[in-house]
C-alpha cells in the first residue's frame, strides 16, 4: 500500500494545480471582459457628445444664416429699388455692389450644405469683408438718395450680425475643446472630425 500513497498525492496535488490554473483563467477572462466593456462604454459615450456638440454647431450656424438671408434681402430688395433713380455710373456701382451681395449668398448656400468645412467657412469670411468694403466704397462716392439706404444697411450689420455670432462661438468653443481633450482626441481623429472656425465678423467694421 505504501507505493501508491505518493501516487495519490501526486493526482491529488495535480487536481489542486488545475483548479488554481481554471480560476486564475476565468478571473482574467472576467477583466479582460470588464476592460472591454469599459472602452466599449467610453467609445459610446465619447461619440455621442462628438456628434451632439457637432450639432449643436451646425444648428447655431443655420441660426447666423438665417440672420443673413435677412439682411442681404433687404439690401438687394433697397438695391433694385433705386436701380432707377441712379445715373447710369451709379447704377454701374450698385451693380458692383449687387454681384458681391450674390457672392455673399453663394458663399452662404455652400457653408449651408458643408457648415463645418474649413474652406467654406473661410470663403464666408473673405465675402463679407468683400461686401462691407464695397457699401463703404459706394457710400463715398454714391449721391445723397442712396447713401442713407446704405447707412441702414451697414448698421444693421454692424448690431445684427456679431450678436448673432456669439451662440455659434460659444458652440464652436466647447465642440474644438472637446476634439483636443484626452482620449476623446483619439476617437475624433479615426471620425475625421475637425474643427470648426470662429468667424470674426467685427473687424470688417472697424
Not at 481554471?22 to 462604454?41: I, Q, Y
Not at 433713380?85 to 456701382?93: F, G, I, T
Not at 448673432?164 to 482620449?183: E, K, T
Request: aromatic share 6%.
Amino acid at each position: 500500500m505504501k507505493p501508491i500513497q505518493p501516487l495519490y498525492r501526486h493526482v491529488v496535488r495535480g487536481c489542486f494545480c488545475l483548479d488554481v490554473t481554471c480560476e486564475e483563467s476565468n478571473m482574467g477572462a472576467l477583466v479582460v471582459g470588464v476592460v472591454l466593456a469599459l472602452c466599449l462604454f467610453w467609445s459610446v459615450g465619447a461619440h455621442n457628445r462628438l456628434v451632439r456638440l457637432r450639432s449643436e454647431v451646425v444648428r447655431q450656424w443655420s441660426s447666423v444664416d438665417a440672420v443673413w438671408l435677412r439682411l442681404l434681402v433687404r439690401l438687394q430688395g433697397g438695391l433694385a429699388a433705386r436701380q432707377s433713380l441712379v445715373s447710369e455710373d451709379e447704377a454701374l456701382e450698385l451693380q458692383a455692389l449687387q454681384n458681391a451681395s450674390d457672392q455673399m449668398l453663394e458663399a452662404l448656400t455652400q457653408a449651408r450644405m458643408q457648415p463645418l468645412d474649413e474652406v467654406v467657412q473661410k470663403q464666408v469670411i473673405s465675402q463679407h469683408l468683400l461686401l462691407v468694403s464695397e457699401i463703404r466704397l459706394l457710400q463715398q462716392q454714391a449721391n445723397e438718395a442712396i447713401r442713407p439706404d446704405l447707412d441702414i444697411a451697414l448698421n444693421r450689420m454692424r448690431q445684427t450680425l456679431p450678436a448673432a455670432m456669439i451662440p455659434y462661438h460659444v458652440a464652436v468653443g466647447a465642440y474644438n475643446d472637446a476634439l483636443v481633450m484626452r482620449p476623446a482626441s483619439w476617437l475624433a481623429r479615426r471620425l475625421n472630425f475637425k474643427p470648426a472656425v470662429r468667424m470674426d465678423l467685427t473687424m470688417a467694421f472697424n
